[in-house]
């Protein structure tokens, strides 16, 4: 069976953020950065691939919880975290966004898929919906699957 190809990596989160180029997504990432911190009371971990892209795909994660399928796979992950990407900065809400629907219409501009949230600038959007959504979303995978801080 592969491993997740996305892993803790060494580095800094701050210089990780003080190497993106896109102005919005930089600002966007400097006010999440000690929110996230603040929301969740964990440290952030930058996460990645170590392949193709580098550190300017990476993550930054907060806590770490170990999934296992039916199938037999299993692995570690981030219970939640955010990246700067080009186009967007994409929020990873781990459960889904099923018990979500008041905060996303409160929320303002965003599109999202299964467990990803993605937004263009977040002086948009509701940053108390945000919280709601990020606090709840690690509550509930802490109680889910066993979690560490990092």
Known sequence: MSENKTRPMAGSPKAFIEKVEHATRKRDA????PLFERWTGLPPVLWGSGLAGGPASAIIGFGRYH??????????????????????????????FSAYEEELARLGPHRHTVSC??????????????????RDSVERMKAKHDWRER
């Open 30 to 33: 400097q006010t999440l950065l």
């Open 67 to 96: 999934y296992r399928y039916d199938s037999g796979r299993e692995g570690d992950f981030f219970l939640t975290g955010f990246s700067p990407r080009k186009q967007y900065t994409a929020i990873y809400i781990m459960p889904g």
């Open 117 to 134: 949230l993605y937004l263009t600038n977040l002086s948009r959007n509701d940053t108390g919906a945000l919280e709601t959504m990020v």
